[in-house]
């Protein structure tokens, strides 16, 4: 097997953006997670609408559509990208006493949209720390992770401990992303 090297690095070791002028377009679609734990008290809060500023769930779900559609402005060497389709889900689980985040963005470029998926779920949880730190600072922000990535010349890669994203079926593929 060939060693792989990283692309975002020169001849000379520095850091600079890949030149993806001659790749051609695919379709890509990228899913990722996240958790955002919190006191029984917290999410209760949030479920019930009783938090001091207002819905974080749809709060949050805005803010990962809108910082993944900025990815470009949050990592130095992405490229901006015309995105498809963005979706964001918050799932409250109170046996776990956590928001579950997940985040799928589509679009048909020549650059993968790993980083857009990444933004999405990271925006949305920083955004219900924002919103219930007043009430609960102890909330962590965990397991920010990639769990399906299609498209491309690398093709598909999933997380498979994690089986597939709801509502995607055998490929990845969303109804709603359709």
Do not use: F
Not at 86 to 103: F, G, I, K, N, Y
């Amino acid at each position: 097997m060939a060693e792989k090297t990283l692309s975002h690095l020169d001849a000379s070791g520095r850091a600079r953006m890949v030149d993806v002028g001659d790749k051609g377009v695919s379709e890509r679609i990228c899913v990722a997670r996240g958790e955002v734990r919190m006191s029984p008290q917290t999410l209760a809060l949030i479920t019930e609408g009783r938090t001091p500023k207002g819905d974080v769930l749809a709060t949050a779900r805005l803010a990962g559509i809108q910082a993944s559609k900025r990815t470009a402005d949050w990592i130095p060497l992405a490229h901006p990208l015309p995105l498809d389709a963005v979706e964001v889900e918050l799932t409250p689980d109170p046996e776990r006493c956590r928001v579950r985040v997940e985040a799928r963005v589509r679009a048909h470029a020549r650059t993968g949209v790993e980083m857009e998926a990444l933004v999405a779920v990271s925006a949305a949880a920083l955004t219900i720390y924002d919103m219930c730190k007043a009430v609960d600072r102890g909330m962590t922000l965990e397991a920010i992770r990639l769990t399906l990535k299609q498209g491309g010349k690398s093709g598909t890669w999933d997380r498979p401990e994690e089986g597939p994203p709801e509502g995607l079926g055998p490929r990845g593929e969303s109804e709603v992303l359709r």
